[in-house]
């Protein structure tokens, strides 16, 4: 009976019945949280490609991203339920903007069909008028400058006088003016509209360009700026803060098949939230791929603060101890929000929560100096970060290891110590929002044009986005100032080239209050 019993007995403790049954819920345990990852990943990724780009949280909670005010309602709009609004005061100061004063008048008169009065047939008098404004936009049009040079001869003795041929030609023996070569730029790289297109605009204006001419201008005036772009990132690099970021860009192979990715670089310092009086500075580069050598190249010489997000190809610049890092606290709060969009996590939305406090102390030292932004920080900031420090180590403990909640948790645990930096220092910014706000341009234009022609073509990218986020830094209208300067940069000395940067240029009619070389910018603000 013995040996009975032990032949029954299972030989391999594997066949047991309930260890088999046990393994396989542990099995299913791990396959259940494995398919909540992966449904949390696929929500964050279908929220980001079809849902809405803002980070907007809460209606107290301004956007991350220094997104433009809604256009003021028309003050005699019918309001949606139907009622007469006209007339009635409206919250915040709404309504139309006046039109500039240096714009052209062209002013109608209509006059009443008789002014004898009726009764007594008296001319009347005037003692009065009404006046409406419209807004009229000239079409574009296509004009042809002629320079005319008379030749002056001496009929006696032969002598020739002729006035000598002028030097403001921007291309040398060219076609276009430096306003037209302004305005294919200005098309191309703030308006987003490929060479393409514009060639097909100007056809229907009546001249034909072709595409590689409309490159071979913007190449053109790409060399000759070059110095001014090479001259910005001289001094940026002199400041003791720099933010950094890059972006993605395809790039064709001229002469063979297919594309290569290449990246867009910028570097910039805006002066405007610490009330800094030294002007702001956005300079961009481009590289064949994304190693870490190519920031290490454009940062030579630098010592300071680079604030950044975690890109591991910053790593070895902080080695040295001559670059000190930076985090995004707004970078580790968009992790948080991905997964309170996508699954309504709690846990992320107490997170961001916490995150948005700290943004409000920010918004209100806004333009303070650094002094002061330093102090409130210490007071105000320091004890909330204490605070969201203890409940990122308390809730680390309590997630699933490999979880999409883990991953955003464990990214702030992980650069904790860049992200906090700010906070000792009045000079730095609570996330990398200055560099990611430079890059929104060529996001927006990637989607137009798609790919860059060549490594070469992005080198011209580069130099233009320069100046033309430089000037949108320091209120310059960038087409006003593009076709000063491409005009008389070739006659331009070496030692005059910082008269041409944007915060240092002047426009010709500088004395005209109604200045066209400056837009009117409202100052951002974080939240």
């Known amino acids: 009976m013995d040996d009975a019993r032990h032949d029954s007995s299972p030989e391999n403790p594997k066949d047991d019945p309930l260890q088999r049954i046990a393994a396989l819920e542990r099995r299913v345990a791990v396959l259940m949280r494995e398919n909540e990852r992966l449904e949390t990943f696929l929500a964050v990724l279908r929220h980001r490609t079809f849902g809405r780009s803002s980070e907007k949280m809460s209606p107290d909670q301004l956007s991350l991203l220094d997104t433009p005010a809604p256009a003021p309602a028309d003050p005699g709009e019918a309001d949606p339920s139907g009622e007469d609004t006209t007339g009635q005061r409206r919250r915040g100061g709404g309504g139309r903007r006046p039109l500039p004063d240096n714009l052209p008048r062209v002013t109608r008169e209509i006059l009443p069909v008789s002014t004898q009065c009726p009764c007594c047939s008296r001319e009347m008098t005037r003692i009065g008028q009404d006046e409406s404004k419209q807004l009229h936009l000239v079409p574009a049009r296509a004009e042809v400058h002629v320079t005319v040079r008379p030749k002056f001869a001496c009929r006696a003795c032969g002598e020739l006088a002729q006035a000598p041929a002028p030097d403001d030609r921007p291309i040398e023996r060219g076609l276009p003016t430096a306003g037209t070569i302004a305005q294919v730029i200005i098309a191309k790289y703030l308006n987003h509209m490929p060479l393409h297109r514009q060639a097909a605009h100007y056809a229907r204006l009546g001249v034909l360009l072709a595409t590689t001419t409309l490159y071979g201008w913007v190449e053109a005036a790409a060399r000759d700026l070059a110095p001014v772009a090479d001259r910005l990132l001289a ?12 972006t993605p860009v395809t790039v064709l192979n001229p002469g063979r098949s297919g594309t290569h990715d290449g990246r867009l670089w910028v570097y910039a310092d805006d002066t405007r939230p610490r009330g800094g009086a030294e002007p702001s500075i956005a300079v961009f580069r481009f590289s064949a791929g994304r190693a870490g050598k190519h920031p290490a190249q454009h940062l030579a010489g630098f010592t300071g603060t680079l604030q950044a997000d975690a890109f591991s190809g910053f790593d070895h610049l902080y080695r040295g101890g001559a670059m000190v890092e930076a985090g995004c606290l707004g970078h580790a709060r968009r992790k948080l929000v991905d997964l309170v969009r996508a699954k309504g996590s709690p846990v992320a939305a107490e997170g ?9 102390i920010e918004r209100r030292i806004y333009g303070l100096p650094p002094a002061e932004r330093l102090a409130v920080r210490q007071s105000e900031a320091v004890p909330l970060l204490d605070v969201l420090r203890a409940w990122l180590t308390e809730r680390l403990s309590q997630v699933a290891p490999r979880s999409e909640l883990a991953k955003a948790l464990g990214y702030m645990n992980a650069q904790w110590n860049a992200l906090v930096r700010y906070a000792a220092d009045g000079t730095l910014e609570i996330d990398n929002l200055t560099a990611e706000r ?4 060529i996001a927006l234009g990637r989607k137009n044009w798609n790919v860059i022609g060549s490594d070469a073509a992005g080198k011209v990218a580069a130099v233009i986005y320069s100046l033309v986020e430089t000037c949108r830094l320091n209120g310059i209208n960038p087409e006003a100032y593009l076709t000063d300067v491409i005009g008389r940069i070739g006659r331009t000395k070496i030692q005059a080239l910082d008269t041409l940067l944007p915060f240092n240029w002047r426009p010709p009619d500088a004395g005209n209050p109604a200045d066209p070389g400056r837009m009117a910018i409202a100052p951002h603000t974080t939240a």
Not at 438 to 441: E, I, T
């Open 352 to 360: 961001v929560r916490q995150i948005a406090a700290l943004y409000r």
């Open 438 to 441: 430079a890059l929104r341009g």
């Open 235 to 246: 001094l940026l690099l002199r400041r003791t803060k720099i933010h950094a970021d890059d």
